[in-house]
Each structure stands twice: as structure tokens, then as C-alpha cells.
């Protein structure tokens, strides 16, 4: 018989839950906001990415700092939504938010590089753990001037606290998380080998 969540069977609570991460994540909110602004099509854009990063390439920095917020906001409120209703399975919702940025049905599973989704997540889940990542990432863009290299050490930081602080199984997601980020990332980690990362300010 399997286990229980409130009147709900176990393993139909973890699906409903990824169900409802992975729509909320899904939505392509860089996409939308620069359509709104008449900004174009963002996949026509710089690397043709959906996230911040990309958006700011628009040179509209108030539609990038919205999307920056709005791409984490989606992952955190999928986290708290199922926490408040479900808390067994608020990280299978909070994953599948950000495997929605990462992979959205809406856009051929085309999406974002995951960033900001995992900052969302990270802060909803432990504040502190969030506030880390976000200071690596920023002593690290100040050190070395790199966005993709500041995001790929954040990234590092997640599993790393959460291995030494919280569970687990919040080790094993935010691990996960990173390994999908490091993936997303692949051209830029060769451009970072090659020396050909562009620095930030630089074109």
C-alpha cells in the first residue's frame, strides 16, 4: 500500500508535484517580457538563450533585471506553493521547475541556462544557502570578470552546503542542479579553455 500525503497516495502527490513545478518553470518569461516590450524575438538575439544574461543583450537592462526575478520567483513559488500543501515534495517540485527553464515544451525544450532558477530555488529553500550562492557569484565576477565562470562557481556552492548543512537527499537535487547548469554551459566553459569568453562589459 503506498504511503500517504494527507488524503493522497505517496507517489501521486510527487507527480501532480512535479507536474505543477515543471509548468510553473516552463514559462518562458525572457520570451515574453521582450515581446511585450517590442524588443523582438530573444531567441534571435546574442546566443539566442532565453534567460537574463541573454535579455540584456537587448540593451533594455529593466526587461533583463525583470526577467532575472521573475525566472527565480517562478522556481521559488513552485518550491513554496508545495511546501505549504506538500512539504515531502517540495524539492521534486522545485527540480522540475528548473528542468522546465532548462527544458520548456512550449519552446521545442529549448530554454534557459538555469541560473536564476537555481538562485530562486537556493533562497526559497535556505535563505542563507541562497545568500552564499549569490555572494560567490558576485566575489567571483568581480575577481576574474567572467558572468559564465561566477555562475558555474555558484552553482558549485549549492550541493556544497547543502551536503555540509542540510540532508542528503537536498545535496543529491542541488548536485543534480549544478551538473545540468555545468552542462548548459558547455560552450561557454570552452570559450572560458579557449580564452575566448567575452568578460563582462566587453561585447
Same mark, same amino acid.
Given at each position: 500500500?503506498?504511503?500517504?500525503?494527507?488524503?493522497?497516495?505517496?507517489?501521486?502527490?510527487?507527480?501532480? #508535484?512535479?507536474?505543477?513545478?515543471?509548468?510553473?518553470?516552463?514559462?518562458?518569461?525572457?520570451?515574453?517580457?521582450?515581446?511585450?516590450?517590442?524588443?523582438?524575438?530573444?531567441?534571435?538575439?546574442?546566443?539566442?538563450?532565453?534567460?537574463?544574461?541573454? *535579455?540584456?543583450?537587448?540593451?533594455?537592462?529593466?526587461?533583463?533585471?525583470?526577467?532575472?526575478?521573475?525566472?527565480?520567483?517562478?522556481?521559488? #513559488?513552485?518550491?513554496?506553493?508545495?511546501?505549504?500543501?506538500?512539504?515531502?515534495?517540495?524539492?521534486? #517540485?522545485?527540480?522540475?521547475?528548473?528542468?522546465?527553464?532548462?527544458?520548456?515544451?512550449?519552446?521545442?525544450?529549448?530554454?534557459?541556462?538555469?541560473?536564476?532558477?537555481? *538562485?530562486?530555488?537556493?533562497?526559497?529553500?535556505?535563505?542563507?544557502?541562497?545568500?552564499?550562492?549569490?555572494?560567490?557569484?558576485?566575489?567571483?565576477?568581480?575577481?576574474?570578470?567572467?558572468?559564465?565562470?561566477?555562475?558555474?562557481? #555558484?552553482?558549485?556552492?549549492?550541493?556544497?552546503?547543502?551536503?555540509?548543512?542540510?540532508?542528503?537527499?537536498?545535496?543529491?537535487?542541488?548536485?543534480?542542479?549544478?551538473?545540468?547548469?555545468?552542462?548548459?554551459?558547455?560552450?561557454?566553459?570552452?570559450?572560458?579553455?579557449?580564452?575566448?569568453?567575452?568578460?563582462?562589459?566587453?561585447?
Amino acid at each position: 500500500m503506498p504511503l500517504m500525503a494527507g488524503n493522497m497516495p505517496f507517489d501521486q502527490t510527487m507527480i501532480l #508535484a512535479a507536474l505543477f513545478g515543471y509548468l510553473l518553470g516552463s514559462i518562458p518569461f525572457g520570451l515574453l517580457l521582450t515581446r511585450l516590450a517590442g524588443l523582438g524575438d530573444i531567441r534571435n538575439v546574442g546566443s539566442g538563450n532565453i534567460g537574463a544574461t541573454n *535579455v540584456l543583450r537587448t540593451g533594455n537592462k529593466y526587461i533583463a533585471a525583470l526577467t532575472l526575478v521573475l525566472d527565480g520567483g517562478k522556481a521559488a #513559488a513552485a518550491l513554496l506553493i508545495t511546501q505549504a500543501y506538500a512539504p515531502e515534495a517540495t524539492l521534486i #517540485a522545485a527540480f522540475a521547475a528548473f528542468a522546465g527553464h532548462l527544458y520548456p515544451v512550449w519552446l521545442k525544450f529549448e530554454g534557459g541556462k538555469g541560473v536564476a532558477t537555481f *538562485v530562486g530555488i537556493a533562497l526559497a529553500y535556505e535563505p542563507l544557502m541562497g545568500l552564499v550562492c549569490i555572494l560567490t557569484w558576485i566575489l567571483t565576477a568581480i575577481v576574474f570578470r567572467y558572468s559564465s565562470l561566477a555562475s558555474l562557481v #555558484a552553482a558549485l556552492a549549492g550541493p556544497i552546503y547543502a551536503g555540509l548543512f542540510l540532508t542528503n537527499f537536498a545535496g543529491s537535487i542541488f548536485a543534480l542542479i549544478a551538473a545540468l547548469i555545468f552542462w548548459r554551459h558547455s560552450s561557454n566553459i570552452r570559450h572560458l579553455i579557449d580564452g575566448k569568453e567575452p568578460k563582462i562589459g566587453k561585447s
